[in-house]
């Protein structure tokens, strides 16, 4: 007994209706949710009081000229801390996986920096720094709140990258240094050359992350005062007795890392197809 | 008065924690020639070649290049790496280097030559062995073979007083066995010496001065192909041999 065979055209014809179909469920359920968590919202009893609160466009328009200024300055701390937080972290990573015996202190150093850092929490590393640091008086400190803020977040943020560092460098294989130093490389030019480029590529996405966390986290120089966006956004929510400024000053953050958040997911993606393709190979 | 061996190694002993992978290894290896070191996984062959490119350290015994010791134990292994050249079975390229990046990074960090130079000698040495065109490429986009043949070239810039193979074909699939092999037997044409691990026992057979069966980290027969091949007579050559003739018919 012969069944009919199935010529190609059936075959894609098949395919391309399970592709529509699929796309019609997930865009119906994706309809059905957003539409019932936004009913929820709206329905609910406080909404007329939170939609005054949180999102007036009278104070959101109001607020919104002053708040360019204050994200100008988390932008210029950012970059400065990042750029310290790379090359730390790096050093700090470098000492930790080199095995030269002369570098023993270092290391030592370094292991109980990384996991003090790594184990107090932000906010009272910060308040150790800024108040803790000017106390002891010494002239050679600087007594800008900024600044001593600022070395708080290099000291806990160098400690996570320095870990994502020294992932990376384990993670590549040990085939790859000895194929270095069989060709005459000196263990610092296998270093450089073959075992850093391929150490830094694989942890770029968990680095972006950490650079997206930091963006952040700048924001709690706020406490001491400088006029960052989130301290201009509290003074006018205290002033206006309303929380929009607050929301306008989300929105400045968004449009930095949503993109930030989008790459790395990207780049997560992409290195799992190559993964896979390697398996496949 | 003739000149020393390339390589002479005398009662090298390599451990592992207490376990003894090298048992005073004594061979030979003579200019232009090739010797081939046959026996099963865990034998030793691999241990072997990387203690002669010092990548592992021996625990007794010496090995001589051109009759100087290497390994003496205060001595700088970087200077004498630069003079040998080692070939993985896994081909070992750096995924993050184009195939020419791959093949000038030694000459150019470790042997100090200009980078044209180095550009210029690797194009020749691809395009002698069938790799013309592939400079731009990255290792993933070879096959098996052409990554091992690349792998071969990054060695032979260095100018190698000696090659050290090491089971260069086994993690090819077997079409692409002979491309290799190949290339192995031209360079013999050419005089290189050579220090070879491998399973390829037809290849052994045709192109090596001599073979050596290793059996749990020592020599246990060693001789020309020919004898050791027809007639072993050491009994665990025998066996060793006689499994690997089931395996091929299999």
Known sequence: MHATPTTRAARQQARRQRARHSIAISATSTGVVIAGLAVAIVLSPGWRTVRETFFSWHYFKQVLPSLPGGFWLDVQIFLVVEAIVLALGLMIALIRTVRAPVLFPLRVVSVVFVDVMRGVPLLILLYLFVFGLLALGFSFIPSDETILAGAALVCCYAAYVSEVFRAGIESVHPSQPAAALALGLTRPQALRHVVMPQAIRAVLPPLLNDFISLTKDVSLVSIFGPLEIVRIAQINADQYFNYTPYIAAAAFYLVITLPLIRIVDHMRSRALRRQNALVLM | ?250
């Open chain 2, 1 to 250: 008065m003739s000149a020393p061996p390339v390589l002479e190694l005398r009662g090298v002993t390599k451990f592992y924690g207490e376990r003894e992978v090298l048992g005073g290894i004594d061979l030979t290896v003579e200019e232009g020639c090739a010797v081939a070191l046959i026996g099963s996984s865990g034998s030793g062959k691999s241990t072997l070649l990387r203690c002669v490119d010092l990548l592992e350290e021996i625990d007794d015994g010496d090995i001589y290049l051109d009759g100087a010791a290497i390994t003496d134990p205060g001595a700088d292994p970087v200077p004498i790496r630069r003079r040998l050249g080692l070939v993985f079975q896994a081909y070992n390229l750096f995924p993050h280097k184009s195939v020419i990046e791959n093949v000038v990074l030694g000459a150019v960090r470790a042997q100090g030559m200009a980078h044209g130079d180095a550009i210029a000698a690797g194009h020749a040495l691809l395009e002698r062995f069938g790799l013309a065109g592939r400079e731009r490429d990255y290792p993933d986009r070879l096959s098996g073979g052409q990554q091992q043949r690349v792998a071969i070239v990054r060695a032979l810039m260095t100018k190698p007083r000696a090659l050290l193979l090491d089971e260069v074909t086994s993690a090819l699939d077997p079409e692409l066995v002979g491309e290799v092999l190949g290339i192995i037997a031209e360079l013999k044409g050419d005089g290189m010496t050579m220090l070879i691990a491998t399973h390829e026992m037809s290849f052994a057979r045709e192109f090596a001065d001599e073979v050596c069966h290793l059996d749990g980290g020592r020599i246990v027969e060693r001789g020309a192909p020919a004898q050791i091949f027809s007639e072993p007579r050491h009994p665990a050559t025998q066996r060793f041999l006689a499994r690997l003739l089931q395996g091929t018919r299999g």
